[in-house]
């Protein structure tokens, strides 16, 4: 996966070749934000479009941009591996 940033967001960026374009999504929005070009230099255009409205939207609608993370992170793993690590 390819990876973008701009003013502290991050995109992840994908070809799609149905359009023969890429495909950039913000990442750790609460929504969707999603924006198409055929350059790096039209992609890093269109991402500054498509996060100014999707602020304004925001704002508009009193919502927060960005997920709220708890820290937590759960990981699964074998129960053999599990009784060794906490043994």
């Given at each position: 996966m390819n990876m973008m940033e701009v003013d502290?967001?991050?995109v992840k960026i994908e070809y799609d070749p149905e359009l023969d374009q890429f495909r950039g999504?913000?990442?750790?929005?609460?929504?969707?934000a999603d924006f198409y070009g055929k350059s790096?230099?039209?992609l890093r255009?269109?991402?500054?479009?498509?996060?100014?409205?999707?602020l304004e939207v925001?704002?508009?609608k009193g919502?927060?941009?960005?997920?709220e993370y708890s820290g937590k992170?759960?990981?699964?793993?074998?129960p053999r591996l599990h009784s060794e690590i906490a043994a």
């Amino acid at each position: 996966m390819n990876m973008m940033e701009v003013d502290g967001y991050k995109v992840k960026i994908e070809y799609d070749p149905e359009l023969d374009q890429f495909r950039g999504e913000i990442l750790g929005l609460n929504g969707s934000a999603d924006f198409y070009g055929k350059s790096p230099a039209s992609l890093r255009k269109e991402f500054k479009n498509s996060l100014k409205v999707y602020l304004e939207v925001c704002e508009e609608k009193g919502i927060a941009p960005t997920k709220e993370y708890s820290g937590k992170f759960n990981l699964r793993i074998p129960p053999r591996l599990h009784s060794e690590i906490a043994a």
